[in-house]
């Protein structure tokens, strides 16, 4: 359970420097970090960050692709948690 825990630390830690960095980048005019990559940082656990990256750099706001894409990813995560929580409980309760 430890290593779950510690696992999307390191992951959400991970996708909000990224946000961060390629929002930085964006301001330089540099090259950008591909969507699909923020995108596959969401989905492997760090969707939680994705968002929270988002609305402190106001980054990747308007772009309704990418947009409908963090919050299906969102909404999987979340009734992932949602059976993992009530199979947890319900094992409990019995």
């Known amino acids: 359970m430890w290593i779950a825990v510690i696992y999307l630390w390191a992951i959400n830690a991970l996708t909000l ?3 961060g960095w390629d929002k ?3 301001r330089r005019r540099k090259r950008r970090i591909p969507e699909r990559r923020l995108l596959w940082l969401a989905a492997l656990g760090g969707s939680l ?3 929270l990256g988002r609305w402190i750099f106001g980054h990747k706001t ?3 692709g990418f ?3 963090l919050y299906a990813i969102t909404a999987c995560h979340a009734g992932l948690c949602y059976l993992i929580v009530s199979h947890d409980l319900g094992a409990l309760l019995q």
């Open 49 to 51: 960050a994705a968002l």
């Open 24 to 26: 930085l980048r964006a």
């Open 67 to 69: 947009s409908t894409w």
């Open 17 to 19: 420097l990224i946000f």
């Open 62 to 64: 308007r772009k309704r």
